[in-house]
RNA sequence: CGGAGUGUGGCGCAGUCUGGUAGCGCAUCCGUCUGGGGGACGGAAGGUCACAGGUUCGAAUCCUGUCACUCCGACCA
């Protein structure tokens, strides 16, 4: 992509109401623009990273065997009424009214939906587990939406939901919904820490909030300090073998969110407390929707069993902002790779100046040919603009070609996050990232 | 939903107390000089001062009402 055609309207100065440092990038970087409370328009670069992480989720979703659908963000009033969370839901649900006068919701959530579905084709034990996914826009009218994306009324979330014969099924399901989500967030650079979660109603031990510590993070949370080191995971997973023993081994060291915090569980020299951003949730609930609605299916032994669930949500859009909150510093924000928005930054210095284009250009061929997604800065800017905007989007590396260095046949080739700049050859430059 | 606050050009703000026909910095456009960390000079464009009503010869400014947005708290992916 040429900068000179890309519709990126950054900032030099920080719109006030924007406070945590996320909320101010996104702005500053051209990602967002606000079109009323916690509602956002996504620009270009902000919807390319937003789209990064959707594909991560999904393929890691499908990988741990769950199968994607798409269902409305427009809802009937009346499955939420056979489940009685119509009335319970509260303010939060957007109620909206058709002209036939009928009642209708913009989904916060689509556990109603996605049993409808189940129980309409779904009659027989051999048909289950089933896990079905989708990737949708939901909407929560919170009451008060804050910190830009991460907490707005209209967020991107995934939400998956399992089907099972038994308890049993059901906590295969969850572990491996549960690895699933480590492998995400390990992709996507961040640390996420399951902690135990409050299971409501329910009860039991299946519960897990997926939490990134940061400062602004909304909630309190506790671990214990061996969590600070524990490498994530990033081996393969068959995700038809025993996976106990992987979410016993992420389990077994203590963290807790505020609610379920318990301070004999922990030496309290081991234990930091911190404040963390929730980016996934996942959840056994039972048969709570499955009785309301029916979702039943015939067992081997020709009786009925009404199938367990679970449900799996991640804060798609909430992470934009998570995965900023984690990674920036005081220039802008560092992409972690996987995430980018475009690989590498190619700046060049003198636009218009013969050698300096030509080499530009040459580089930005090449890894394009390459699949590396270039960013080309050929905008004819003061070299400090031009840097000071490539370091604000965050790109992982930086080319910077200027007349000084093609004078000796060398370009610079910076590390976003390192700040570490070396100077090579244009085609040595190519084969650093190229790769 | 309680508490606090803010609405003036794209962004950040001054002007409001003490009414007199709107200003500054950045950004934008044109020109010249520049050119490795948000440059200089000259010129230009851009505002129903959130909205509605009222007071007044005259309202961004005073009065009444409405709306929007932000921040702190309680609540949530």
């Not at 031009?386 to 930086?398: F, N, V």
Request: glycine share 8%.
């Amino acid at each position: 992509m040429r900068l000179s055609r890309y519709f990126l309207p950054t900032m030099k100065d920080n719109p006030k109401e924007a406070q945590v440092v996320s909320h101010r990038l996104m702005l500053r970087a051209g990602m967002i623009q606000q079109a009323s409370a916690g509602i956002y328009s996504w620009l270009p670069l902000g919807f390319n990273v937003l789209q990064k992480i959707e594909q991560i989720v999904r393929e890691e979703q499908n990988a741990a065997g769950a199968q994607e659908i798409l269902m409305p963000t427009i809802q009937s009033a009346d499955l939420w009424r056979d489940s009685g969370r119509y009335d319970d839901y509260g303010q939060e649900m957007l109620r909206i009214t058709d002209r036939h006068d009928r009642d209708m919701l913009y989904g916060p959530t689509n556990e109603e939906q996605v049993t409808d579905i189940f129980r309409t084709h779904v009659r027989s034990y051999r048909n289950v587990p089933l896990n079905l996914y989708h990737i949708q826009w939901k909407f929560r009218d919170e009451v008060r939406p804050r910190f830009g994306i991460m907490r707005g009324r209209e967020f991107l979330m995934k939400d998956a939901y399992s089907f099972d014969l038994d308890f049993e099924g059901a906590r295969r399901s969850y572990n491996q919904m549960f690895v699933a989500y480590l492998k995400t967030f390990a992709r996507m650079g961040l640390k996420a820490i399951p902690m135990v979660a409050d299971t409501g109603p329910i009860g039991g031990d299946m519960s897990h909030e997926f939490i990134i510590l940061a400062d602004i993070g909304e909630s309190e949370v506790y671990c214990h300090k061996d969590w600070l080191d524990l490498d994530v995971l990033t081996s393969e997973i068959d995700y038809q073998g025993d996976l106990q023993p992987i979410v016993d081994k992420f389990t077994k060291i203590y963290a807790a969110t505020d609610e379920k915090h318990d301070p004999s569980l922990c030496p309290p020299e081991d234990l930091v407390s911190t404040r963390g951003i929730e980016v996934g949730q996942i959840f056994y609930f039972g048969t709570k929707y499955s009785e309301a609605l029916g979702a039943k299916v015939s067992k081997p032994d020709g009786g009925e069993a009404v199938v367990h669930m679970g449900s799996y949500g991640i804060g798609v859009s909430r992470l934009v902002g998570g995965i900023i909150e984690a990674s920036h510093d005081e220039r802008g924000i560092i992409w972690p790779e996987p995430v980018a928005p475009f690989g590498v930054g190619v700046i060049n210095i003198r636009t218009g100046d013969e050698a300096c284009d030509a080499a530009a250009e040459d580089l930005y061929a090449k890894l394009t040919t390459a699949g590396r997604e270039p960013l080309l800065d050929d905008r004819d800017e003061r070299p400090g603009s031009k840097m000071a905007d490539m370091d604000l989007i965050g790109l992982p590396w930086q080319i910077i070609i200027g007349p000084r260095g093609l004078k000796n046949g060398v370009v610079e080739v910076k590390n976003r996050k390192t700040g570490e700049t070396e100077e090579m050859t244009p085609e040595a430059a190519l084969n650093k990232l190229a790769r």
